[in-house]
């Protein structure tokens, strides 16, 4: 309901009572015998129909008091006086307010289309943004800060040892529930350095009186982190020839972000570093070969099921990248350039680390670039090639009759020190040279078919080569065979 308003145009024209002005005015409405009138004064009344909002207008004189017709007091009617020829003829009141809201209508029906549209593509950016980092999340435990997660320590942890938690989470992964990886990393001491590599240190840790391996990346090194801790934590990947996974946190010490993954220790270190200060015999070196091509087997192979494991391949196998533990026994570690496959979905993960394998160990089709990036089998066929080599430098280290050769790296009499990806490739794929394999190891039964085994692991062709899982069965046939000739002795 509108106020009721009288606007008053003009005041009267004040003159002597003898002088009396009548003007022309425009006539309208159903009083008017004709289309103007003479009087005083000049007027427009409009009123709004109160059922459909219609502007009903009338036009017209005065001839009485003015004072007394201009201010009537009508409901939702506006009054107008005007004191000249037809002023009253083009004049509305109620038509701006009445426009207004067909404005606004107006205005809604063509903006808010617009307001709604962009809020849901906003809307649908955001909820876009969120699922990819929810995957993201999903294949990395980087993990929500829980803010003082040593108040939860004793309820999660308590006094557990890493084997009682380890053992009650084979079914979900090789390593702890997430929340636990990082009160587990919030709760080891740093030692002492064991090592440096160009991804960063190692260091050797105590979490509840036990060593742990605390391997540190470097900021630059990301990737390698990421990718490892995804690795670690797939499903039935826990493995006793694989490094034992305990934890992965991204923690802030000393003003700086450091990438921690924690793993079991072995005393022995790596494989480079035992075979330079120890010697085997011809068992232990069938040993150290039989274990480290199982864990080969491991991770190549898909295991299917709701809780399966999809077939890894690790692309950087070298001797220092395997770990000798006190049983003698070795098992694999760094997965940071890992290759995953699933068969099922036809899917191969590469990964997102700009890193590359260790060139002395890459394989021809890798150094001449001619590999076949999207195939998995590929991927493992390198892997095969440096597990060739390894086993040259496990031989190397073996003693027959009496007599052991010093330690030396794969190519050490054709390459530098630190050879280039074009040192390499003229060695491996222009000369096609391979490692020396003495005549004396074909004196010893068990270096005998190790011999036979890098041969066949070294084709220039990948597709000829022998596969991780065939060559476990040789070495497990062999092992075999020495033991059942023990018993008949």
Known sequence: MLQRSIWVFSLAIVTSATDIIYYNCTCQGPYCSDKTCIGRTCFVTEQIVSDSRDIRTDRGCFNNSIYEQCSSNLDMLKVLCCFSEFCNENVTMFQTEVEKPQEISLLLVTVLPIVLFVIFLMLFAFLFWKIKQSRRKKSLPRLID?????????????????????????????????????????????????????YGEVWRGLWQGENVAVKIFSSRDEQSWFRETEIYNTVLLRHENILGFIASDMTSRNSSTQLWLITHYHDNGSLYDYLQRTTVDPEGCLQ?????????????????????KPAIAHRDLKSRNILVKSNKQCCIADLGLAVVHTQNEDYLDIGNNPRVGTKRYMAPEVLDETIRTDSFESYKQTDVWAYGLVLWEICRRTIINGMVEDYRPPFYDMVPHDPSFEDMKKVVCVDQQRPNVPNTWSSDKILSSLMRIMRESWYQSPSARLTALRIKKTLNNLKNSLEQRKQDC
């Open 288 to 308: 150290l070969a039989l274990s480290i091509i199982c864990g080969l087997v491991h991770l190549h192979v898909e295991i299917f099921g709701t809780q399966g």
């Open 146 to 198: 829980f803010g003082h997660a040593d108040i939860v320590n004793a309820s999660i942890v308590g006094d557990s040892t890493l084997g009682d938690l380890l053992d009650c989470t084979t079914g979900s992964g090789s390593g702890l529930p997430f929340l636990v990886q990082r009160t587990v990393a919030r709760q080891v001491t740093l030692v002492e350095c064991v090592g440096k590599g160009r």
